[in-house]
């Protein structure tokens, strides 16, 4: 199947630009949009300047680490979700930034061990069933220096400040943090399309501060992390994430596609999960394109832990129904699942007769149609061997 991949310029007045910034000192962190992929941004901020959305997915976003005479730990996470407002056009003197806000879902933030993230996010430590998310809401900038410029690139040195919440606990934070307009150019295309914004910098958090405090009876500073370092790399694009590319999929179909993957992937929710993938399933009951993307990103979205092979089975074989098993895509995904089930004759056989109906189908479809072919013709070679 074909990846299921991934806004008017105004003269603005300083006095409106700090009315701006006011504004925000009363707001909390706006709630994520419909398909979870980016923030609903109020429409005082809209009005202040350049739109920058947080990129989730791309490289590494933030990076904790903890460490103790007897122990060292990393966490990271590419999940984040949220926005940066600059000035259209940024004057001497003048702040390069003037709101954003994000979220991170603690079910996103991992150390790679299964034994760790459970601890991580259990009820002793971040407690994600009850927290799920940790938000950020920048609060000013001061401290700007401008340190390079390099035709419409531009750079600075800056302190974020801001209000960091992990649980209940609130913690302002002074974040020194390098500041990079990036303009579109064909070198950029390749992590998307738009103007790009890059934030990097690092600060130091008391673990007590934010609700993180060692399990009774394990007060031993050698095996306790007292302090977290928190490592943000933050990419920002004038395109939204929930941007639909694509003519053939509508607006709704999108969000809700991303909805379900977000609550899925992002997380890891499979019971709120599936649930509105079933609601939506029986929504596209008679689309046959909407239920095969449904069942392909079940089965292939990155960072899914709980794969309903059972509901893709579902949706893949009604759009199968729906195309007279003649559809190179929809039969490439119904081969899939049988081959996540184990069912290798199986999804051999609907593989071959994907092959046979790749006339007119996409490039991209057919170079994973012969591909996945080539891979289970060899394994079932090796296992009748």
């Not at 007045?13 to 009363?26: F, I, K, N, Q, Y």
């Not at 930034?97 to 002793?124: M, T």
């Not at 801001?162 to 606990?169: F, M, N, P, R, S």
Request: net charge negative.
């Amino acid at each position: 199947m074909a990846s299921f991949v991934r806004e008017s310029r105004a003269l603005l007045t300083l006095p409106v630009l700090l009315a701006g910034l006011t504004c925000l000192a009363d707001d909390k962190v706006p709630p994520r949009s419909d398909g979870g992929q980016a923030l609903v941004i109020p429409a005082e901020h809209l009005e202040l300047g350049e739109v920058y959305h947080i990129t989730p997915g791309t490289g590494t976003q933030l990076m904790w680490h903890g460490e103790t005479p007897l122990l060292r730990a990393t966490a990271t996470c590419n999940r984040i979700v949220g926005y940066f407002v600059a000035p259209f056009d940024v004057e001497e003197g003048q702040t390069p930034l003037l709101v954003g806000a994000f979220r991170l879902p603690v079910a996103s933030l991992s150390a790679g061990i299964a034994q760790y993230d459970g601890q991580l996010h259990g009820p002793q430590a971040l407690n994600k069933a009850a927290y799920p998310e940790i938000t950020f809401r920048m609060t000013g900038v001061t401290d700007v220096k401008t340190t390079g410029e390099e035709g419409t690139r531009q750079s600075y040195t800056l302190k974020l400040a801001g209000e960091l919440t992990v649980k209940d606990k609130t913690v302002t934070l002074q974040i020194p943090m390098q500041l990079t307009f990036q303009p579109f150019t064909w070198g950029t295309m390749q992590l998307g399309m738009g103007d790009r914004l890059i934030l990097r910098g690092r600060c130091e958090v008391k673990l007590a501060d934010i609700g993180l405090v060692p399990q009774q009876g394990r007060s031993d500073p050698d095996m306790n992390f007292q302090v977290g370092e928190f490592d943000f790399y933050l990419l920002c694009s004038t395109m939204s994430p929930e941007r639909n590319l694509y003519p053939d999929i509508t607006h709704e179909q999108y969000r809700k596609q991303l909805r379900f993957v977000t609550l899925l992937r992002d997380f890891d929710d499979p019971e709120k999960g599936y649930e509105f993938g079933r609601t939506f399933m029986r929504e596209s009951w008679d689309d046959a394109k909407a239920l095969n993307r449904l069942a392909w990103a079940t089965l292939t979205e990155d960072g899914i832990k709980t794969r309903d092979l059972a509901f893709a089975m579902k949706a893949v074989q009604r759009a199968s129904e729906l195309t007279g098993s003649k559809d190179a895509d929809v039969l490439n995904t119904l081969a899939r699942v049988y081959y996540e089930k184990g069912e290798l004759e199986a999804a051999l056989k609907w593989q071959r007769q994907a092959a046979e109906h790749l006339e007119g189908a996409d490039p991209q479809v057919t170079g994973q149609v012969r591909s996945a072919l080539e891979r289970y013709e060899a394994q079932v070679k090796k296992s009748q061997e």
